[in-house]
């Protein structure tokens, strides 16, 4: 535990990104299995833990410590684990458990036993141990590293290439004790996963003028952009799976599509929900991934559908390394003409770009936010690889920034969160804000919303509460200017809360050069 | 007369009627006893100073040979007889050259803790504990989040880095006076014994140093004009030069900084600091504590920081303990 400490310690200072790498490596160079194979999951949120809420850490703050000198602290360092686990007081030499000893322990601890369990723990430990476990315990490590940085750093410490990890990654389990054998050289890779696995996902990075004029309309293929969410179905004989982006299982949300699917490979698509012959708005399918199960009634109202544009497997055989104009023939081939649960996502043919813009911008009022645009000669490619997929959203401009602050509202919102700050990622890891925005919700959704804020709070300042970086909310604006009041060198106009966007990590938000491109 | 009534505060700093001086006065005043060589301790300008060899030295280093109208030199542990009134200075373990002023009058003791901590420093002699009535402390870092690790562990952290980032500069900010050398001389303990390389402002005190019979080792100004240079190297240079312009031509630079600070995670992201090491020149919590219960004083003063953390817990002692405003007070450096 104190080596996984070090190394969250050591990753919080450091901004550069390949100074991160070679921490993690040095790390996973250093320690034994299983302990860095826990280490991992603790850094690609791959750990099921038991969130301790923050009152715990205050109860034992309160039983420990002197509550005025705890006071004067914690209003000096701003952080309640760092307060506490400079603050709590040393039992002496400690023995703490390794890494995946703690983790176990944690994990068969019920909620009645937790405080006590806690406390043994951080007797254990020293300062460094103590603030890693509570920011464990309150599932906000905050040091900087995505999912994907973790991986590459794997890939990095044995000299393995990225892609391959990332194609492993999805079906290995913490702690990752034959991936790393076979990334060190001791072991057999391990097998491909098998038909229903999930498998990593290639995104567009969005377009601006200046890229858009650079580019040839005769190496694309032109494809709507349906407004709904990005699912992958993987199906191998009995074995049938409808993943989202990153890879959470949603099959059970969606039996009717399921139950219908009866291709065999692995297709990428749209996951839409139907009213009558029309897609329902966004909002309808939102319902449905509300819902674990959903009823017969709301199954028979809005049934779901995948729209698909892409095959990654057809059968066993792996057509990713192929070109995309040969990917979609092959899928356009295993559609025909039409299967259960499954339609073709058409292309679209077009003259030239401003033959494109106008249709783009006839979709007003549709299922379409604007069109993807996908080289022709692109092989599939997990992550978001530059120059090959681009997305052309219609106006208003949209930009998925991450919840960053919340404040209460007024009048009859005055005890709930309504007032929203949200940035966007900029150099390395780090969030600026963006902008802010109060309007747009039903009470509803203003309740979910709320709900989320508080359980997500890491400090509180005034009517003002900081989250952790977690929810993604689509922005819609109407154009951006340069500012000086803002962190971000930005500011957006009319800035709007477009819809939240529970599916979608807070790591793939857009980034400040995204939008900073949009100034020209 | 009491301990308690043989000093008082004024806006120039602690006055001793007694004796007619000033401690560390925080403007120029007729007579005045400086603990240490520090900018908010030691000021120019006064008409006699009484100090510590060490002390007279770095001022005059500092300020030039005019820096006071007089300057009288004590060693550690002589007393000096004003008519009655008893003064000794004795080592407060700061910086070199640091003092703890010890006033007697009458069968009442009073001590002046200036600057001090309790930990090994290899640059000075260690803090010496008198008892007394009234125990004047320092309370810079008087919070119970401040627990400064063993500064030789901290050094192994430098050392680490330095093995993991080869192909890059190390620069430390530290202090120039104390907090520099004392980096400097962990450093050789620990066995680095490759040159360090100095921002110009550390050069003269570094030297001084040397002359007092500090021994730091083969030491060298950091060279103008260079393009990534000095990778693998360790440089040194004050703590507000870490982000300037200078550092441009060093190999891109794993920013460290050795203060005491450095033990709260925002107050070393607020500086920008990569490898922050929590080497500090004062006394931690359990040090200003300890020393409290260790000499029992009648009653003790706190000054020079958070007087309300370390006065609270005097209370829950039973300790008498009051909190004393001083005008000027700086707690900017460690």
């Not at chain 1, 208003?396 to 960053?404: E, G, Y």
Request: charged fraction near 25%; proline fraction near 7%.
């Amino acid at each position: 535990m104190q080596r996984f400490a070090a190394l969250l310690d050591d990753l919080t200072y450091h901004d550069q990104r390949n100074g991160k790498l070679r921490l993690i490596a040095d790390y996973l160079r250093t320690t034994p299995d299983p302990d860095r194979g826990w280490a991992l999951a603790a850094l690609t949120d791959g750990l099921d833990m038991p969130h301790a809420q923050p009152a715990l850490i205050r109860s034992l703050a309160a039983e420990r410590l002197d509550p005025v000198l705890f006071a004067l602290s914690y209003d000096y360092v701003g952080d309640l684990a760092e307060t506490v686990a400079l603050l709590w007081p040393v039992a002496g030499p400690g023995h703490p458990p390794p890494l995946g000893e703690l983790i176990a322990t944690l994990g068969r601890t019920g909620k009645a036993a937790m405080p006590g369990v806690v406390a043994g723990l951080l007797d254990q430990l020293d300062t460094t141990g103590r603030w890693a476990l509570l920011k464990l315990l309150t599932g906000t490590l905050r040091v900087g590293v995505s999912g994907r940085l973790a991986r590459l750093a794997v890939a990095q410490f044995g000299a393995v290439d990225p892609a391959a990890i990332e194609d492993l990654w999805p079906s290995a389990t913490a702690p990752f004790t034959a991936l790393l054998a076979w990334v060190e050289g001791r072991g057999p890779r391990p097998a491909n996963p098998g038909g229903s696995a999930f498998r990593p996902v290639m995104l567009a990075h969005a377009l601006d003028e200046a890229t858009r004029a650079t580019l040839v309309p005769g190496d694309f293929c032109a494809e709507w952009k349906w407004d709904g969410i990005r699912v992958q179905a993987a199906v191998s004989g009995p074995a049938r799976r409808l993943y989202s982006r990153n890879g959470e299982d949603l099959s059970a949300a969606f039996p009717d599509l399921v139950g219908a699917l009866d291709f065999e490979g692995v297709v990428d698509g749209e996951l839409l929900v139907l009213a009558g012959p029309a897609v329902a708005p966004f909002a309808d399918l939102q319902k449905r991934l509300n819902r674990k199960t959903p009823g017969a009634k709301l199954m028979r109202e809005r049934p779901a559908r995948l729209r698909a544009y892409d095959l990654l497997f057809d059968g066993p055989e792996d057509l990713r390394p192929l070109p995309f104009s040969h990917r979609r023939q092959r899928l356009e081939a295993m559609i025909g003409s039409g299967r259960p649960g499954l339609d073709l996502s058409p292309l679209i043919a077009f003259a030239d770009w401003d033959d494109l813009a106008r249709r783009r911008a006839d979709t007003t009022g549709t299922a379409i936010e604007g069109v993807m645009l996908k080289r022709r000669d692109s092989p599939y490619l997990a992550g978001r690889p530059r120059g090959l997929w681009w997305k052309w959203k219609r106006d208003p401009h949209l930009v998925d920034a991450v919840l960053m602050y919340a404040q209460r509202g007024h009048g009859k919102r005055s005890s709930d969160y309504a007032d929203f700050t949200f940035g966007v990622w900029a150099d390395g890891d780090r969030l600026v804000p963006v902008g802010k925005a109060c309007l747009g919700f039903t009470d509803a959704a203003l309740e979910h919303l709320d709900r989320w804020v508080r359980g997500h709070l890491v400090k509180r300042y005034g009517p003002v509460a900081e989250v952790s970086a977690g929810l993604v909310l689509e922005i819609a604006f109407e154009g951006l200017q340069h500012s000086t009041r803002h962190r971000s060198g930005i500011a957006l106009r009319f800035p709007r809360i477009h819809r939240i966007r529970w599916d979608k990590p807070a790591a793939e938000a857009d980034r400040l050069d995204a939008l900073l491109a949009l100034l020209g | 007369m009491s301990a308690t009534t043989l000093l008082r505060p004024t806006p120039s700093g602690l006055y001793c009627a007694a004796g007619d001086f000033h401690v560390d006065p925080t403007r120029a005043v007729a007579r005045a006893v400086i603990t240490h060589g520090h900018g908010d301790h030691a000021r120019a300008g006064h008409g006699a100073v009484l100090t510590t060899r060490e002390t007279a030295a770095i001022m005059r280093s500092r300020y030039g040979d005019g820096c006071a109208g007089r300057i009288d030199e004590t060693p550690y542990g002589q007393v000096v007889d004003l008519g009655g009134l008893r003064l000794r200075l004795v080592p407060a373990g700061h910086v070199l050259g640091s003092a703890q002023l010890v006033v007697e009058q009458g069968g009442a003791r009073v001590v002046v803790s200036g600057d001090y901590k309790r930990r090994p420093d290899p640059t000075c002699l260690p803090f010496e504990p008198v008892s007394c009535d009234l125990f004047i402390t320092e309370a810079t870092f008087a919070l119970p989040v401040f627990r400064h690790p063993p500064a030789a562990d901290e050094i192994a952290r430098l050392l680490a880095s330095v093995r993991r980032f080869p192909e890059r500069c190390h620069l430390v900010g530290a202090y120039a006076l104390g907090k520099a050398q004392r980096v400097i001389a962990l450093l050789r303990q620990a066995g680095w014994s490759r040159p360090i390389y100095l921002h110009g402002a550390l050069l003269a005190l570094c030297a001084l140093y040397e002359q007092l019979g500090v021994a730091l080792g083969p030491l060298l100004p950091v060279p103008e004009g260079l393009k990534n240079a000095l990778a693998g190297e360790i440089v040194l240079c004050p703590p507000g030069a870490l982000n300037d312009r200078w550092s441009r031509g060093l190999a891109d630079p794993v920013t460290a900084a050795a203060s005491g600070w450095m033990r709260v995670r925002a107050r070393a992201r607020q500086r920008g600091v990569e490898l922050p090491l929590i080497i500090s020149d004062h006394a931690d919590w359990d040090e200003l504590t300890g020393t409290i219960a260790e000499l029992a004083p009648g009653a003790v003063w706190v000054t020079h920081g958070r007087d309300d953390a370390l006065v609270h817990w005097c209370g829950t002692r039973g300790q008498p303990a009051q909190a004393l405003a001083l005008a000027g007070d700086d707690d900017d450096h460690d």
